[in-house]
């Protein structure tokens, strides 16, 4: 006896007398008709009543066909069925199914989504389905993401940390039209998704560092420019993207804000026109990678005496010696290099002092903003064959961050709130 194929078939035959009887309960209530005609919910004229009209929707229960009344606006030329605002319904899947789908295309590609549905909940979504339904759930989370921004409920602490990075993802060809790139040509093939980081770190390792607080960590991410002129009267749109991220999280109320960057000049004019009372560090990790680097351009890459060279310049880094650094470093100004090098250490001075940052408790290190790149937008943007669109990318890094933030179910429930408000 094949229990699986049994079980398998008993539960398919139930769904399918499960999704008969709901559909037949919905298609006999007319309550829908609420007249010859009613005012449109989009521009307040009349809309007229043109009879019932079926739809096919995929449900947690397989296909369901509904009859709605449908009324059809003059003054914007637009049609509805408040049937369906009334069940949620957005598209063609069920609300079920997109928290689903939602959930899924979070994760992983759109083709192993679709898989999963089928595999996991017998529920057929072709993957170009799953990708437009995906995409247009991350469109309205982006756009809950601008107007809902009051304190969350996460833990504060009186120290906050923010970071900021960037990272660059492939793009169709249609995208990049007229960018600059790094490719031989001049061309591009990535755009950059910038990412604002916030999170707690009151517990301390084994050795008292500070580290990150368990379930502290929130992000928010988009294809986004951080740059101004000193004239304009608005921020950027990443500006503006961690301005809220900074009010959801409380972190321009912390008694100690802290911002940690690897040395971006627009990390530093950004941070300096949000948060001018901040401690700004420079990611101790990305200084030693710029020793290391130089230590190969000099004496060669794997040779002993590159890496007594970066050995030397990192104990001068964590003790502090910042005068021997610099003037190590000075001694080869004639390679390109070292010349880089030097003005990026004597730019960041202020933002190096390590021995006064660990002795006041401080995270010297972005550990959390370098993960939350790979985590939020390298393991579902940056994969073999991927090549985005702007309004794609962003809906999908939306998605992603919400789910990764906690706050899928808050968003959830103000859609659904949504939704029985506008029936």
Same mark, same amino acid.
């Given at each position: 006896?094949?229990?699986?194929?049994?079980?398998?078939?008993?539960?398919?035959?139930?769904?399918?007398?499960?999704?008969?009887?709901?559909?037949?309960?919905?298609?006999?209530?007319?309550?829908?008709?609420?007249?010859?005609?009613?005012?449109?919910?989009?521009?307040?004229?009349?809309?007229?009543?043109?009879?019932?009209?079926?739809?096919?929707?995929?449900?947690?229960?397989?296909?369901?066909?509904?009859?709605?009344?449908?009324?059809?606006?003059?003054?914007?030329?637009?049609?509805?069925?408040?049937?369906?605002?009334?069940?949620?319904?957005?598209?063609?899947?069920?609300?079920?199914?997109?928290?689903?789908?939602?959930?899924?295309?979070?994760?992983?590609?759109?083709?192993?989504?679709?898989?999963?549905?089928?595999?996991?909940?017998?529920?057929?979504?072709?993957?170009?389905?799953?990708?437009?339904?995906?995409?247009?759930?991350?469109?309205?989370?982006?756009?809950?993401?601008?107007?809902?921004?009051?304190?969350?409920?996460?833990?504060?602490?009186?120290?906050?940390?923010?970071?900021?990075?960037?990272?660059?993802?492939?793009?169709?060809?249609?995208?990049?039209?007229?960018?600059?790139?790094?490719?031989?040509?001049?061309?591009?093939?990535?755009?950059?998704?910038?990412?604002?980081?916030? @999170?707690?770190?009151?517990?301390?390792?084994?050795?008292?560092?500070?580290?990150?607080?368990?379930?502290?960590?929130?992000?928010?991410?988009?294809?986004?420019?951080?740059?101004?002129?000193?004239?304009?009267?608005?921020?950027?749109?990443?500006?503006?993207?961690?301005?809220?991220?900074?009010?959801?999280?409380?972190?321009?109320?912390?008694?100690?804000?802290?911002?940690?960057?690897?040395?971006?000049?627009?990390? @530093?004019?950004?941070?300096?026109?949000?948060?001018?009372?901040?401690?700004?560090?420079?990611?101790?990790?990305?200084?030693?990678?710029?020793?290391?680097?130089?230590?190969?351009?000099?004496?060669?890459?794997?040779?002993?005496?590159?890496?007594?060279?970066?050995?030397?310049?990192?104990?001068?880094?964590?003790?502090?010696?910042?005068?021997?650094?610099?003037?190590?470093?000075?001694?080869?100004?004639?390679?390109?290099?070292?010349?880089?090098?030097?003005?990026?250490?004597?730019?960041?001075?202020?933002?190096?002092?390590?021995?006064?940052?660990?002795?006041?408790?401080?995270?010297?290190?972005?550990?959390?903003?370098?993960?939350?790149?790979?985590?939020?937008?390298?393991?579902?943007?940056?994969?073999?064959?991927?090549? @985005?669109?702007?309004?794609?990318?962003?809906?999908?890094?939306?998605?992603?961050?919400?789910?990764?933030?906690?706050?899928?179910?808050?968003? @959830?429930?103000?859609?659904?709130?949504?939704?029985?408000?506008?029936?």
């Amino acid at each position: 006896m094949d229990f699986e194929a049994i079980e398998t078939a008993a539960r398919r035959q139930a769904m399918v007398i499960a999704a008969k009887v709901i559909e037949q309960k919905i298609n006999s209530d007319h309550s829908d008709y609420v007249g010859p005609s009613r005012a449109c919910n989009q521009c307040g004229k009349s809309a007229h009543y043109r009879g019932r009209r079926g739809k096919t929707f995929i449900t947690a229960l397989g296909e369901m066909t509904l009859v709605r009344a449908y009324y059809h606006c003059d003054g914007c030329d637009g049609g509805f069925c408040e049937r369906d605002h009334g069940l949620g319904m957005k598209g063609s899947l069920s609300p079920a199914v997109t928290r689903m789908n939602g959930i899924a295309a979070a994760t992983v590609s759109f083709k192993e989504s679709s898989e999963l549905l089928q595999e996991l909940a017998a529920i057929t979504v072709d993957v170009k389905q799953v990708e437009r339904e995906a995409e247009s759930l991350g469109r309205e989370i982006d756009q809950d993401e601008r107007s809902s921004i009051e304190p969350t409920t996460l833990v504060e602490a009186p120290t906050m940390y923010l970071g900021m990075d960037g990272t660059g993802i492939p793009m169709r060809l249609s995208e990049l039209e007229g960018r600059v790139g790094k490719q031989a040509d001049g061309s591009a093939k990535t755009r950059e998704v910038k990412l604002v980081t916030v @999170w707690t770190a009151e517990t301390r390792d084994d050795k008292g560092c500070p580290t990150r607080d368990e379930g502290s960590v929130t992000y928010s991410a988009a294809i986004e420019s951080a740059a101004q002129l000193d004239t304009n009267e608005k921020l950027s749109e990443f500006a503006e993207r961690v301005k809220r991220e900074a009010k959801r999280r409380n972190f321009d109320k912390a008694k100690r804000q802290v911002v940690i960057g690897d040395g971006a000049p627009w990390i @530093w004019n950004l941070t300096a026109e949000l948060f001018p009372d901040a401690i700004q560090i420079v990611d101790l990790y990305h200084a030693k990678g710029h020793l290391a680097e130089v230590g190969k351009s000099i004496y060669g890459s794997g040779t002993e005496l590159a890496e007594q060279w970066r050995k030397q310049r990192n104990d001068e880094l964590d003790e502090g010696k910042f005068d021997d650094l610099l003037g190590a470093i000075r001694k080869h100004e004639k390679n390109d290099d070292a010349r880089k090098c030097l003005e990026y250490f004597t730019t960041n001075k202020s933002r190096m002092d390590y021995p006064k940052f660990r002795a006041e408790g401080l995270c010297v290190g972005s550990g959390v903003v370098e993960a939350g790149c790979k985590v939020t937008i390298g393991t579902r943007l940056k994969r073999a064959g991927m090549h @985005w669109t702007v309004k794609g990318a962003n809906a999908i890094a939306a998605l992603r961050c919400c789910k990764l933030s906690g706050r899928f179910e808050e968003f @959830w429930e103000r859609r659904s709130t949504r939704s029985l408000a506008l029936s």
